[in-house]
Antibody, heavy 124, light 107 residues
Framework: EVHLLESGGGLIQPGGSLRLSCAAS????????MTWVRQTPGKGLDWVSV????????YYSDSVEGRFTISRDNSKNTLFLHMNSLRAEDTAIYYC?????????????????WGQGTLVTVSS | DVQMTQSPSSLGASVGDRVSITCRAS??????LNWYQQKPGKAPKLLIY???TLASGVPSRFSGSGSGTDFSLTISSLQPEDFATYYC?????????FGQGTKVDSK
């Protein structure tokens, strides 16, 4: 059974840094691209970043480009999101998501498994 | 970036009703459109991919259609467990934008 478990969320002051982790199990992690999607409490879904299966390709939304870094350790079946210069508008539940394909940008892809999310609150 | 617009934003329905939600893309995206269902306090769940293919385990009362810029999700006979928020998402371009969501609640 596919399982994605996020950790690392919490309360952080504006301008601070945080690292989210996502431990994957139940599938061959190195075969799939992985994505972070966030959701402001009570609001809609916001695509944040994707990393290819190999880790060689990464993409970011304009709102986090230059501040967030996605990475993965395929030997440890773990996905990361390094978040710097955090702002109040980054407050959200962050979901770790498995892509159906390996590239992360292939047309026709879908998000077939989601973790339960970790809450990041940016506030002074 | 491709923008995704869903309508309505919310709708009230009763068990047994036929429910339809529409999603419009600001650019043509072929059939690269997915639908997700989210219940309160839970992560979203993939419902339909490539516009019309049901994800594993999804009941046949759900169906999707459309191509190009206009898409729809239909629930043929609403069940109690279907009260939820539904999101469309395009997978033709990066960033993979979502629609703003449609909340289906009890009339």
């Amino acid at each position: 059974e596919v399982h994605l478990l996020e950790s690392g969320g919490g309360l952080i002051q504006p301008g601070g840094s945080l690292r989210l982790s996502c431990a994957a199990s139940g599938f061959t992690f190195s075969y799939y691209a992985m994505t972070w999607v966030r959701q402001t409490p009570g609001k809609g879904l916001d695509w944040v970043s994707v990393i290819s299966a190999s880790g060689h390709s990464t993409y970011y939304s304009d709102s986090v480009e230059g501040r967030f870094t996605i990475s993965r350790d395929n030997s440890k079946n773990t996905l990361f999101l390094h978040m710097n210069s955090l702002r109040a508008e980054d407050t959200a539940i962050y979901y770790c998501v498995r892509d159906h394909f390996d590239s992360g940008t292939r047309s026709g892809d879908s998000f077939d498994y989601w973790g339960q999310g970790t809450l990041v609150t940016v506030s002074s | 970036d491709v923008q995704m617009t869903q309508s309505p934003s919310s709708l009230g329905a009763s068990v047994g009703d036929r429910v339809s939600i529409t999603c419009r893309a600001s650019q043509r995206i072929s059939t690269n459109l997915n639908w997700y269902q989210q219940k309160p306090g839970k992560a979203p769940k993939l419902l339909i991919y490539t516009a019309s293919t049901l994800a594993s385990g999804v009941p046949s009362r759900f169906s999707g259609s459309g191509s190009g810029t206009d898409f729809s999700l239909t629930i043929s006979s609403l069940q109690p467990e279907d009260f939820a928020t539904y999101y469309c998402q395009q997978s033709n371009y990066t960033p993979r934008r979502f629609g703003q969501g449609t909340k289906v609640d009890s009339k």
